[in-house]
Structures are given as structure tokens and as C-alpha cells.
């Protein structure tokens, strides 16, 4: 046998393709193939698992590492979430009825990142308009003319007692701790001497006189705490006025752009009344009652975190359904996790510090 019969020619060695039929230079001009190879099976119980609605279910894919099961699951679900409609934003907003409980509020995508944002020019509105008002010339002479009345009254009160004391022969002075009266005569104060020199009968009289002087004095005490009282009402009632007039505009803009949603329009209807009630939290302290700079940062902090929203899931610009990948799977990136702050040696935190985890920022969509 001749061992030349088996020799191939090196023109048959190597593989002759016509290129004519193609439509292309280079693979670079080409659309990225979206199928993977041999899997048309996994691929069509992947497509009709994605697409039930029924809850219960999840889709489970196994196989050897590097077969491409992570790029086919994860194309598959984007291309039909993409398909299907976005999901709401989610925010926390404070609960004034039970602050350990904060009020989840679902807003149409892109909606909770504009009311987290109106909620802070709120904040900042009240935080320069307040002291502003409040320092005003309008609302000094206003407050300074319910405090003159009351003061006039206790005026007029006090003279009164002075008259009455003078009539029984006593002499009523007021000071920083309360009154003071002595035994006059002639319209001038007894020394001790003068006192000890009268009779037994006319020590009886004075001490008598100097009884109902001092039940009259109590009474005035009363009434002088009444009047404080009732200046201090008016005041208030006064300043609660101002601060309603303060927060018409803000408040009327806010409700238009909300009144279709009742538990956002509930919410604001809230923030309102707590407003007027403790619109102190957003005037400066006194410069005798600031001590360190932390304290008054942790006022503040107390004062504006209630009028704030924390958007736990923001959709906005998401096209479609969500598609969350999550690659340690741990509780806290799962379910979410509610973060703290270090203060004075002691671990603090409030609504505006839970953090969503991956279930919640898939919610309406899929989780890989």
C-alpha cells in the first residue's frame, strides 16, 4: 500500500466559507443576540412563569455555573417587565395620632419624590417666615397692646388696694416677691418704736385691719394671676391667628395638588393643626437658655422631622416594572433595616431613617 494514497492537500486542510451572502463587515454591526442557545425549553417555562399574576408563586432556575442561567433569567424578566405598567412610590410620613407608628403613603410614580420636596420648602418656608413674623413691627405693637391692658387692669386693681389700705392706715407696697404693708399714720410708716408705744387696744385694731388688708391682698393675687392668664389666652389666640394667615397661601397650594388624595389631604390637614400649635419650635431660643450648639441642632432636628417625608421607593424615571437584583439576600437587605444616630451616648432614630429593602423597592415588579 502506498501511504501517499492518504495524503490530504493543504488546500483541504482549512474551511472555505462564501462570504457573498452576508450582509455585514464587522459583528460589531450586528444586534446583540437575545436568545441563549440550546435553552428554548428553560426559556418558555421562564416566559409563562413571569407572566402569571397569582401570588404564591416564584421561579427557581438551576444549573452549572457559567451556562448563562443568570443572563437568561435576568433578560427574560426585564423584557416582560418592561411591558407592564410602573408601580407607585412609597413615602412614610409622621403619625400624629401615635408617632411609633409612622403612615405609609402610595403615590403615583415620580409623585412621592414632588411631595418629599414640597414638604421641604415647607420646612424652609416656616424655619425663615416664622422669626420674620414674629420680630415684625406690626406684631410687636399688636402684642405690646394686649400686654398694656392687662397691665393697666392690674393697675387699676392694684391702686384700688393701695386706696383701701390707706383708708385703714396701712401703707402697700409692691415688690419683685409680692406686697408689702405696713401700719401708717399721718400717711407715713410706724418705726417698731412708735409701734411698741401703742396700747393693747390699739394693737387689737390694727391687727384686726391688718387681717382683711391681708385677705384683700390674697384676693388681688388671684385676680392679677387672672388676668395673666386671660392676656396670655388672647396672646396666644393672637399669635395663632398670625400664624394661620402665615400658612393660607402654602397650605391652599399644597391642598389643590393633593385634594384627590384623602390620606395625603388627611395628612396636611394635620400638619396644619400642629402647626398652630407648636409654631414656638421654629423661633430661635433665647441667648440665655442656649448652652451648646447640639442642643439647639437636636430642637430643630425635633421640630422639622414631623413635617418631613422619607421616600422609601421612588419610581421615578423607572420604565415598566421593576426589576431588583439582589445579590446577598441577607434579612436586612430583604425585609429593610431602620437605621440610628449616636446622641449624647445614647442610640436615637425616627421614621425618617427606615431604609427600604429589596422586596419593598421590587414591589409591583421582580426580584432576582
Not at 139 to 145: L, N
Not at 201 to 210: M, V
Not at 233 to 244: G, Q, S, T
Not at 326 to 354: C, H, M, W
Request: a neutral charge; aromatic letters at 8%; glycine letters at 6%.
Amino acid at each position: 500500500m502506498n501511504p501517499d494514497e492518504f495524503l490530504v492537500p493543504a488546500s483541504r486542510l482549512r474551511a472555505s466559507i462564501d462570504l457573498s451572502h452576508i450582509s455585514f463587515e464587522t459583528t460589531e454591526d450586528l444586534a446583540p443576540l437575545e436568545v441563549t442557545i440550546g435553552q428554548d425549553r428553560a426559556l418558555k417555562a421562564l416566559t409563562f412563569g413571569l407572566r402569571m399574576q397569582q401570588k404564591g408563586y416564584n421561579i427557581y432556575a438551576s444549573g452549572a455555573p457559567g451556562t448563562g442561567k443568570s443572563t437568561l433569567v435576568r433578560n427574560a424578566t426585564r423584557k416582560v417587565a418592561e411591558q407592564q405598567s410602573v408601580p407607585p412610590d412609597w413615602c412614610y410620613v409622621y403619625n400624629f395620632q401615635c408617632p411609633e407608628s409612622p403612615c405609609a403613603v402610595s403615590l403615583p410614580a415620580g409623585e412621592g419624590r414632588r411631595f418629599q420636596r414640597n414638604m421641604d420648602h415647607l420646612v424652609q418656608f416656616l424655619t425663615r417666615k416664622i422669626p420674620e413674623m414674629f420680630q415684625s413691627k406690626e406684631y410687636v405693637e399688636e402684642r405690646d397692646q394686649i400686654l398694656e391692658k392687662g397691665n393697666r387692669a392690674k393697675q387699676a386693681l392694684f391702686e384700688e388696694i393701695v386706696e383701701k389700705g390707706r383708708d385703714h392706715g396701712f401703707e402697700i407696697k409692691s415688690t419683685r416677691t409680692g406686697f408689702t404693708f405696713t401700719p401708717a399714720k399721718k400717711g407715713k410708716r410706724m418705726t417698731q418704736e412708735e409701734l411698741q408705744q401703742l396700747s393693747v387696744e390699739e394693737k387689737k385694731r390694727i391687727e384686726k385691719k391688718q387681717k382683711v388688708i391681708s385677705d384683700d391682698l390674697r384676693d388681688l393675687m388671684l385676680k392679677f394671676q387672672e388676668l395673666d392668664r386671660e392676656a396670655e389666652e388672647e396672646l396666644e389666640a393672637f399669635n395663632r391667628n398670625a400664624v394661620h394667615y402665615l400658612l393660607e397661601g402654602p397650605f391652599r397650594e399644597l391642598r389643590a395638588s393633593y385634594k384627590d388624595h384623602k390620606k395625603v389631604s388627611f395628612y396636611l390637614n394635620e400638619v396644619h393643626e400642629d402647626l398652630l400649635q407648636n409654631y414656638k419650635s421654629f423661633l430661635p431660643l433665647p441667648e440665655e437658655a442656649v448652652h451648646l450648639l447640639s442642643q439647639v441642632e437636636e430642637r430643630e432636628d425635633r421640630s422639622r422631622i414631623r413635617y418631613r417625608v422619607n421616600l422609601l421607593v421612588d419610581n421615578t424615571g423607572t420604565k415598566g416594572a421593576p426589576l431588583i437584583e439582589e445579590s446577598q439576600p441577607t434579612y436586612p437587605n430583604l425585609v429593610g433595616r431602620v437605621e440610628k444616630k449616636a446622641r449624647f451616648g445614647t442610640l436615637q432614630t425616627d421614621f425618617t431613617r427606615i431604609r427600604a429593602g429589596s422586596i419593598l423597592k421590587a414591589n409591583g415588579g421582580y426580584l432576582v
